[in-house]
Nanobody, 123 residues
Framework: QVHLAESGGGLVQAGGSLRLSCTVSLRTYKTAALGWFRQATGKEREFVAGITWSGDNLYSGDSVKGRFTISRDNAKNTMFLRMSSLKPEDTAVYYC????????????????WGRGTQVTVSS
């Protein structure tokens, strides 16, 4: 049974930092690309960042590059998203996802999803 569990969300002031974690109980963890998506109220879910087993990573664009850092601890089957210099527009539910490739994430495609964790950034 595939299971992805996010944690670490919460309320933070603008300019602050949070670290999200995603623990993956996935038999094929070693071959899966892992990623973070987010969905703000009234908006479509969007790709944020992804990482492969070997550590290759991909970020969605300038809106998060330089502020968000994705990493994974393969010994613990856990992925992280370090978010700094947070802005109110980063407010969203953040989802952990697993899939076959980073390229698929760019199209919003993943095979498995977590239930999400709320991140709220106050101004």
């Amino acid at each position: 049974q595939v299971h992805l569990a996010e944690s670490g969300g919460g309320l933070v002031q603008a300019g602050g930092s949070l670290r999200l974690s995603c623990t993956v109980s996935l038999r094929t963890y070693k071959t899966a690309a892992l990623g973070w998506f987010r969905q703000a109220t009234g908006k479509e879910r969007e790709f944020v960042a992804g990482i492969t087993w070997s550590g290759d990573n991909l970020y969605s664009g300038d809106s998060v590059k330089g502020r968000f850092t994705i990493s994974r601890d393969n010994a613990k089957n856990t992925m992280f998203l370090r978010m700094s210099s947070l802005k109110p527009e980063d407010t969203a539910v953040y989802y952990c996802a697993a899939g076959p490739s980073l390229g698929a994430f760019n199209y919003g495609l993943a095979e498995y999803w977590g239930r999400g964790t709320q991140v709220t950034v106050s101004s």
